[in-house]
Each structure stands twice: as structure tokens, then as C-alpha cells.
């Protein structure tokens, strides 16, 4: 695949994601989506359109934090996680300094480990 097909498919990829997470969160419109993430509505009309492959960085931000997940996910880069409580980890995490996120991966690995004992 060219470098071109590559951007078409992960535009494609993520239009498709967002539209899921628009149904499941029992979002009926652009508009609201565009409203709950800050956005101007007729940028991502034209992106869900495909008129327009003109999200940023900044858009994508948004509207990965508006339905609770990371922007690898949202384009597809990572799988989307069913568990509520994972994805409120990993928000969480994108707020901490580093040594905070160390304390707690060890923390995680060291409960994990205890259960595996029992």
C-alpha cells in the first residue's frame, strides 16, 4: 500500500470508529457531537462525509476525550476497550507525571500477581 492508500484507509478506519462510538453513546447527530466536543459541526460533517480528510491533531483529541478514549484509539492503532474502567485507567494516566504512572503500573502488576497466588 502506498502512502496514500495508508492515509485513506485510517481516515476510512476512523470515520468508521467514530460512528460506532456515536451509536453506542446514543449520539443522534453531528451537531451534538460536535457540541459535546468542542468542535465546529461542519468540520466533522465534512470529514464523516468524506469531503474532507481535515481532522487535526486537536480534533482528534477532542473527540477522543469526549467519548473517554486515547486518540490510538479512535483511529484505530488500538483496539476499543469495552470496560469502562480501563478506559477511566488509561484517562486517568494521560493526566499523570511519569513517576505517577510507574507507582501505578506496579501497583497493577503487583495486584494482578497476588491473584494469580490465590
Known amino acids: ?3 496514500g492508500e495508508n492515509n485513506r484507509a485510517m481516515h476510512e478506519k476512523t470515520r468508521d470508529i467514530i460512528r460506532l462510538l456515536m451509536q453506542r453513546n446514543g449520539i443522534e447527530s453531528e451537531r451534538q457531537l460536535a457540541l459535546g466536543s468542542g468542535m465546529e459541526q461542519s468540520t466533522l460533517h465534512r470529514f464523516l ?3 474532507s480528510d481535515s481532522l487535526n491533531f486537536m480534533h482528534l483529541q ?3 476525550r469526549y467519548f473517554g478514549i486515547t486518540v490510538s484509539q479512535l483511529i484505530g492503532e488500538m483496539p476499543l476497550d469495552e470496560d469502562h474502567k480501563i478506559r477511566s485507567v488509561m484517562l486517568a494516566m494521560q493526566q499523570m507525571p511519569e ?3 510507574d ?3 506496579a501497583t497493577s502488576q503487583a495486584l494482578a500477581s497476588s ?3 490465590r
Open 49 to 51: 462525509a468524506q469531503k
Open 62 to 64: 477532542s473527540i477522543a
Open 99 to 101: 513517576y505517577k504512572k
Open 1 to 3: 500500500m502506498n502512502p
Open 115 to 117: 491473584e494469580e497466588r
Open 103 to 105: 507507582v501505578l503500573l
